[in-house]
């Protein structure tokens, strides 16, 4: 079946550090990858997403690259900021059948100023 | 404008009593989901509709009771209501065809006494 892993969290940063947390899914065929990124007390917004492999999303700083030899899809960034603080779910949509998002268990990251 | 919207956004209700949220989206999707968010904020999905169809009920015990009275909204009920139930659940909503981005309510947390 269809499932995504992201390493587990809680993630606590420095301002300006670089960032990265880890996914790796496993899915039939290719799916479409997906960040969302969920701020306190919020819904989920998209982040970025890849459709196929090699395909690199980016938004905000943000970077991750669809990899499908490794099956992977690494959340980057740069130089964090505190308002990067928030939890973030990798997540994939199967290629074929019902349109669904199936996500990972989501990192919690903290941006100390 | 609100793009997907839920209410009551918190709800709290006693073991055994009978709630509903309600989910409108103003985007012109064909498509709406519900997906539950445990207190460790793992996400599932629950249900999916398609133009008032029900296209996808992931072994949701029978209590849930989603229904769609036009493409623009998605109700869930909940019957005896229990403690397990207590979560947020998010309404969201997306366009037809492939994989493609799914936008999020706001969450309604429900809690369960």
């Known amino acids: 079946g269809n499932s995504v892993t992201q390493m587990e969290g809680p993630v606590t940063l420095s301002e300006e550090a670089f960032l990265t947390i880890n996914c790796t899914y496993t899915a039939t065929g290719y799916p479409s990858l997906f960040w969302y990124v969920q701020y306190p007390g919020e819904g989920l917004q998209l982040l970025l997403k890849a459709t196929k492999a090699d395909d690199k999303g980016s938004n905000k700083g943000f970077e991750a690259t669809y990899r499908k030899e490794t099956t992977s899809f690494h959340l980057e960034k740069g130089s964090v900021q505190v308002s990067d603080s928030a939890v973030y779910f990798c997540a994939l949509s199967p290629l074929t059948g019902a349109q669904k998002l199936v996500f990972g268990q989501g990192t919690r990251l903290t941006i100390n100023p | 404008d609100t793009a997907v919207s839920q209410t009551p956004k918190y709800l709290v209700t006693q073991m055994g009593n009978d709630k509903s949220i309600k989910c409108e989206q103003n985007?012109?999707?064909?498509?709406m989901y519900w997906y539950k968010q445990d207190s460790k904020k793992f996400l599932k999905i629950m249900f999916s509709?398609?133009?008032?169809?029900?296209?996808i009920n992931e072994t949701v015990p029978n209590r849930f009771s989603p229904k769609s009275p036009d493409k623009a909204h998605l109700n869930l009920h909940i019957n005896s209501l229990e403690l397990g139930d207590s979560a947020v659940y998010f309404c969201?909503?997306?366009?037809?065809?492939?994989?493609?981005?799914?936008?999020f309510g706001p969450g309604t947390r429900l809690t369960v006494t």
């Open positions: 509709y398609n133009n008032k169809e029900l296209i």
């Open positions: 969201a909503s997306s366009q037809d065809g492939g994989a493609v981005e799914q936008y």
């Open positions: 985007l012109g999707h064909d498509t």
